[in-house]
């Protein structure tokens, strides 16, 4: 959880820059900041397994990756209300101690919805992802998707924290830098992931999540009622 800790720390230092950053803008255009934005996003960064792992099995942090898009509903000059809708895919790997052999990568992919709020650059809000798919890939992959396949994958529900500062503005839009964290508070299949080490039972579910990201991204937002 540590690098988790990281992004958040980072994403807090965002904070005053883009209060400074939002005022001096609105200090030259004063009303845009009551202006609904519209545009793409694209985040990238890094998804791990904080929950429990089977006795010999380690695992280790994959790539995520998310993109669609996004609106930005001013309430005040400093709190908006922001909806991003879009394609989200998480990646994990589980394997033997010093056994590449049984290595196995999972992919995870869903339909994200993320309802956030935007306090003077502080981000902080839900995420909802909606399974579409998933993979396995590695030289312990399994054969077909009994326990991991689309059918078995959980819904993901997770909190985000994070920040944005505004990169440059127009009077047309304004791209936005995000570093954002999330934390699930699912499990990511109905069973265990292999490779197996124990026996799973509900109250203590192993190889399966809940799963922390962090994650840098890009906003390129375009307003609806330019100056």
């Not at 196995?104 to 339909?111: A, E, K, R, S, T």
């Not at 124990?198 to 399966?208: G, M």
Request: proline share 6%; aromatic share 12%.
């Amino acid at each position: 959880m540590k690098w988790v800790a990281i992004f958040l720390a980072i994403s807090f230092g965002f904070i005053p820059s883009a209060h400074a950053q939002r005022a001096s803008i609105y200090d030259v255009m004063p009303d845009q900041w009551k202006d609904i934005k519209l545009g793409p996003f694209i985040n990238v960064g890094e998804c791990l397994n904080t929950g429990n792992v089977a006795v010999g099995i380690t695992t280790s942090p994959g790539f995520s990756f998310s993109a669609g898009a996004i609106a930005d509903l001013p309430l005040t000059q400093n709190i908006s209300f922001i909806l991003a809708i879009g394609y989200d895919s998480r990646s994990v790997n589980f394997q033997q101690y010093n056994n590449s052999a049984s290595q196995v990568n999972y992919n995870f992919n869903y339909l994200a919805i993320r309802p956030e709020f935007s306090i003077s650059g502080l981000l902080i809000g839900v995420g909802i992802g909606l399974p579409l798919s998933s993979s396995a890939s590695g030289a312990g992959a399994p054969s077909s998707p009994t326990n991991f396949g689309t059918s078995s994958l959980n819904m993901l529900f997770e909190i985000r924290l994070g920040g944005l500062i505004p990169i440059a503005q127009w009077t047309t839009g304004v791209i936005n830098l995000t570093i954002e964290g999330a934390y699930a508070f699912t499990q990511i299949v109905s069973s265990e992931l292999t490779p197996y080490g124990t026996t799973t039972t509900a109250a203590n579910p192993i190889n399966n999540g809940p799963l922390a990201t962090g994650e840098i991204g890009i906003q390129y937002l375009f307003d609806l009622n330019p100056h």
